[in-house]
């Protein structure tokens, strides 16, 4: 994990899913990890961390927390919208922690999510003239500002699936539809059956060039803006698409713009799955020894930190089989939910062990 400022988080993620109630976030130079708050867990947290505030509103509670975290945590994070005598008890609270207030439509796990993925960033550089070099690094969200100052434009980077991976600040500047987007990690489904409807996602997955999509009525006088939208590709395999919130078509040099951002997320994307390949092909493989038994599955079991625990085997599989049919939407619709499923239990199982 990098070397991650509080500041730096609340960058890539401050003014959508975050907001400080008060503390100095430039007192944490250096984020320890995401940790998820557990009354009944009284082991120390790591120096430094983000805490999680589940089930934390009232100011009482609020202040009795602080006290446990002061000198350790970095931040507490509780739930939006903040009382007033929540927001005065976290000012009076004699305690070094950054509180923080969470965005009220985004969950716990998708914040641990976004904040794991930020700290995992290890940089992305904005040049002089403006290109943007990706070096090792797989800082989405830096790079996801990079093209939003170069497109003038709120970005979004999203996988094959059409679920949010990293996004530009100011996404208060697009619309209702982006900001679900955002709090949701995925396209809302009703914007994304009207894309599905309108031959919007064929043309993404055929065109090499960027695509312009028109103003979309949501109903209820509701409205997205027009996009701007990029595949991002590996030679013939689509890894994913950048989107930008528009007001008109982009010019020749912001497509052009668009079309070489689109090959560096490209580069940070396979990056990020040749690692995250190679530690579910490594886990994968430990776990099936363990389950086996035999002379390797002692070994095994260490490997995972599991000798001497209690050890519970969850199984999960999709229960209706898809139609011969079924629809490019429906089928990244339910990969997509296989993801959201999985991530959600990565993230619970990992507060645990």
């Given at each position: ?64 927390l602080l006290k446990k975290l002061d ?73 996801a500002n990079a093209i939003a100052g ?204």
């Open positions: 994990m990098g070397g991650v400022s509080l500041g730096q988080v609340l960058d890539s993620l401050g003014g959508t899913l975050l907001d400080v109630v008060s503390g100095d976030p430039e007192r944490v130079p250096l984020v320890g990890g995401v940790v998820i708050h557990d009354e009944g867990d009284m082991s120390p947290v790591p120096a430094g961390s983000v805490v999680l505030g589940v089930g934390v509103q009232e100011s009482g509670a609020l202040v009795d000198g350790r945590a970095g931040a507490l994070v509780v739930k939006a919208p903040v009382s007033d005598a929540v927001r005065a008890a976290a000012a009076g609270a004699e305690s070094a922690v950054v509180v923080l207030a969470a965005a009220p439509g985004a969950s716990w796990v998708q914040l641990a999510v976004m904040i794991r993925s930020v700290l995992r960033d290890d940089g992305a550089h904005v040049l002089g003239d403006g290109v943007v070099e990706g070096g090792t690094g797989t800082d989405l969200f830096s790079l170069r497109l003038d434009a709120p970005v979004t980077i999203e996988d094959r699936y059409f679920q949010v991976l990293a996004f530009s600040r100011h996404q208060g500047r697009a619309d209702a539809a982006r900001v679900r987007t955002v709090l949701g990690r995925e396209v809302p489904p009703h914007y994304a059956e009207l894309l599905a409807e309108r031959g919007v996602l064929q043309e993404l997955y055929r065109s090499e060039e960027p695509i312009h999509i028109g103003a979309v009525e949501l109903g209820d006088g509701d409205a997205a803006l027009p996009r701007a939208a990029m595949a991002v590709r590996a030679g013939d395999e689509l890894l994913g698409s950048v989107w930008a919130a528009v007001h008109e078509p982009l010019s020749p040099p912001r497509r052009d713009a668009l079309v070489d951002a689109a090959r560096l997320v490209a580069l940070h994307l396979l990056r990020l799955r040749a690692g995250a390949d190679s530690e579910r092909r490594l886990r994968a493989d430990l776990l099936g020894r363990a389950l086996e038994g035999g002379p390797e599955a002692r070994a095994a079991l260490d490997r995972l930190g599991l000798v001497g625990r209690q050890v519970v085997v969850l199984a999960l599989a999709v229960v209706d089989r898809p139609a011969a049919s079924e629809s490019l939407l429906s089928r990244t619709s339910r990969e997509a939910e296989r993801h959201r499923v999985a991530d959600g239990f990565a993230v619970h199982l990992a507060a645990l062990h």
